[in-house]
C-alpha cells in the first residue's frame, strides 16, 4: 500500500522539478535594463526598464507606443527614473528623487512624463495629477534600426530612446 502512495507522489514531485526548472533557464520576453551616468552637473542619473522587442510587429499598431496615449516608456512595470541632485530636464527644474517615466507620442513630437508614483505596473494606475514634469520634444529618425528598446544616458546629459527606427532625446543638466 505505502509503495503505491509513494511512487505516483514521487513521480509528481519530479514532474514539478523538471518544468520549474525548464521556465527557470527561460529568458524573460522583455528583459530588465539600467542606463546610467553621472553628468557633468554632478548628478547621477540611473534609469531601470524592461526591453521589449519589436519581433516583426508594427510600433504603434501592435506595439506600444500608441500615438497620443501615455506609455510606459518600457515593458512590465514603469519605467523608474532616478536623480540623486536636483537637475534641470529641458531647461524645467526636477528635484532629486524617483519618478516613473512616462510618455506620450504622437508623430514627430514627444512628451516625456516624470511622475511622482514610480512603483506601479504599466501605465494603468498612471494618473496625470501626480505628475512633477513634462516636457515636449522633437523625436527623429535613428542612426539604426533598434529591434530591442532601448534607454542611453551620457555624460553630457543626453538622454536616448531608441525603439525600432525613432530616436527620441531630452537633455538634463
Do not use: H
Not at 29 to 57: D, E, H, L, M
Not at 87 to 103: C, D, N, R
Not at 153 to 159: A, T
Amino acid at each position: 500500500m505505502k509503495k503505491s502512495i509513494l511512487l505516483p507522489a514521487f513521480a509528481g514531485l519530479l514532474l514539478t522539478a523538471t518544468v520549474a526548472c525548464a521556465q527557470g533557464n527561460k529568458a524573460p520576453a522583455s528583459p530588465p535594463a539600467t542606463a546610467s551616468a553621472k553628468i557633468a552637473s554632478g548628478a547621477t542619473i540611473t534609469i531601470n526598464y524592461s526591453q521589449p522587442s519589436v519581433k516583426g510587429r508594427t510600433i504603434g499598431k501592435d506595439l506600444e507606443p500608441m500615438a497620443g496615449k501615455v506609455w510606459r516608456t518600457g515593458a512590465n512595470k514603469a519605467t523608474v527614473f532616478e536623480t540623486d541632485k536636483a537637475i534641470t530636464v529641458e531647461g524645467q527644474a526636477l528635484p532629486a528623487g524617483k519618478y516613473g517615466l512616462f510618455t506620450i507620442a504622437d508623430g514627430d513630437q514627444w512628451t516625456i512624463i516624470f511622475n511622482k508614483t514610480w512603483d506601479q505596473w504599466g501605465a494603468f494606475d498612471y494618473d496625470a495629477k501626480k505628475d512633477a514634469l513634462r516636457v515636449n520634444v522633437k523625436s527623429g529618425k535613428a542612426p539604426a534600426f533598434a529591434e530591442k528598446f532601448t534607454i542611453n544616458v551620457d555624460k553630457s546629459g543626453k538622454v536616448s530612446l531608441l525603439w525600432g527606427n525613432t530616436q527620441t532625446d531630452f537633455s538634463v543638466k
